[in-house]
């Protein structure tokens, strides 16, 4: 398939082709993946696919690694920042329950008990999980977190 024919959230991309096309090992994404930095598309055979925007985000956490100086759990507790209530505007007494209001070590599609406007959403395909595709750096993002 040709890569202009393709959309950019259209996961196409096996772990191998996303490595190559990333420049980014096979085993580091598989720990991106394991650490909730990234969620893959699952198959129903359960394989892992990828898409173009997919790659721009393994781009940005692998930028944080490898020259921002953060580690996978400093960049978790970047993600934990994103204040996802007030994006998503929950009402105060869903999100004073939530757990991923009160966790500063985890981003919020890692909490094991979602709310009820999380339950019915596909965090890959929600805003939050979403918003550093559109930050070229850290700083960029972190200016979204005090507009
Ligand atoms: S749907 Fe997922 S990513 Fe979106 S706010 Fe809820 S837990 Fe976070």
Not at 139 to 144: D, E, I, P, W, Y
């Amino acid at each position: 398939m040709e890569k202009s024919s393709v959309e950019s959230t259209t996961p196409v991309y096996t772990l191998s082709t996303t490595s190559t096309l990333s420049g980014i090992p096979v085993h580091s994404i598989r720990q991106y993946i394991d650490k909730g930095l990234i969620i893959p598309f699952k198959k129903e055979s359960s394989r892992n696919l990828f898409s173009q925007v997919d790659i721009l985000r393994l781009n940005f956490i692998h930028k944080l690694l490898d020259e921002g100086g953060l580690n996978i759990a400093g960049i978790r507790a970047l993600l934990a920042l994103i204040p996802c209530w007030a994006i998503r505007q929950c009402s105060l007494a869903e999100y004073e329950t939530f757990q991923a209001y009160h966790s500063d070590s985890y981003p919020c599609w890692e909490a094991s008990e979602k709310g009820t406007l999380c339950k019915n959403t596909n965090c890959r395909e929600c805003e939050v999980y979403r918003i550093v595709e559109n930050y070229p750096d850290v700083k960029s993002f972190l200016k979204t977190l005090i507009r």
